[in-house]
């Protein structure tokens, strides 16, 4: 890269105006918010080779998905997200316009989410390295704990999507790659991969995913959380929260059928996608209110008084799951 930090932090302070009424942005030693209500503070980290590889991610899918993971976990506290903080470690060896390109990502995910970048870090490092620090607001904040034996689980929607991207995109040909390394917007982009109908939808749900907003279900809500690490082993960590188990009815659980093709395309067990896949950020809701499908939420199953989660097959019968799904150590 041939700008300097100096040249570099101008640039994005430029990128990223923020008005006084908001607070106090990129420019000062610390930002300043204007909240009214209860603040909530996130934060994930994204480093290179372990939660992306750039033969197949763009530095604008960076950008959007670093701002989507973070906003995820506002949501999943009922909350409005409001501003972020960005920090970046990069090596000499990017260049000038995927420096550009990165922050075009950031800068579209934050008009999607109607937010703010509002300061950050930059620095050299051997190997990219992305952390995000999203804040958020909120009235009262929905927890984790909450839910009771006899409560209804229900998700956002269509779980495995991103998991089955990832799969996929780590047995493409190098010219596939770099077509989808091109790819913005891949909700107008040709379905050109192995001629799967759909399949820009599961590539999409890995690189730029979309967090969910819950404002029109959110005050059905005893306990909520995020789908980022698998549906078992999120929805386990739930469970020892409020010393309970659960019940998940698999004839309940929508299957996309795009999943269905990809899964046979790399003879893998669709289940282990939908069950155990990561990063779908998708919200677990649990309610003692069945009415909540009204609000397009899709019940699952029910929370029980025995620890551990079980899947209740038509055929199998009641079958104890291990919580398994991303765990870093």
């Not at 799969?167 to 799967?196: A, G, M, Q, V």
């Amino acid at each position: 890269m041939k700008k300097d930090e100096i040249t570099l932090i101008k640039y994005i302070r430029e990128r990223f105006p923020l008005s006084e009424t908001i607070g106090v942005g990129i420019g000062d030693d610390a930002a300043v918010l204007k909240l009214k209500e209860n603040t909530i503070l996130t934060t994930d980290l994204m480093i290179e080779d372990i939660h992306f590889d750039l033969s197949y991610t763009s530095f604008y899918h960076l950008g959007f998905k670093i701002v989507s993971v973070n906003v995820s976990d506002i949501y999943a506290m009922g909350g409005d997200f409001k501003g972020f903080l960005f920090s970046l470690g990069i090596p000499q060896t990017i260049s000038d316009d995927e420096f550009s390109e990165l922050f075009d990502g950031i800068k579209d995910a934050l008009n999607y989410y109607d937010g703010f970048l509002i300061g950050g870090d930059l620095s050299r490092s051997q190997k990219i390295i992305l952390s995000g620090f999203a804040v958020g607001e909120t009235e009262k904040p929905i927890l984790r704990k909450g839910a009771q034996p006899g409560d209804f689980i229900f998700i956002t929607s269509f779980l495995g999507l991103s998991s089955a991207g990832l799969n996929l995109l780590k047995n493409l040909s190098e010219d596939s790659k770099k077509i989808i390394r091109s790819i913005r917007n891949f909700k107008k982009s040709p379905d050109k991969i192995l001629n799967i109908e759909g399949v820009n939808e599961v590539l999409e749900r890995h690189l730029m995913p979309v967090a969910r907003k819950p404002d029109k279900f959110k005050h059905l809500a005893k306990a909520m959380m995020d789908i980022s690490d698998g549906l078992l082993i999120d929805l386990y960590r739930l469970c020892e929260e409020n010393n309970i188990g659960a019940e998940i009815y698999i004839e309940k659980i929508p299957i996309h059928p795009t999943l269905i093709s990809v899964a046979n395309y790399l003879n893998t067990d669709i289940m282990r996608f939908i069950l155990s896949g990561g990063e779908d950020y998708e919200l677990i809701i649990v309610s003692d209110k069945l009415e909540a499908q009204n609000f397009n939420l899709i019940p699952i199953g029910k929370i029980t008084d025995q620890k551990g989660i079980y899947l209740i097959d038509p055929h199998k019968g009641k079958i104890p799951a291990k919580p398994e799904g991303w765990q870093h150590f």
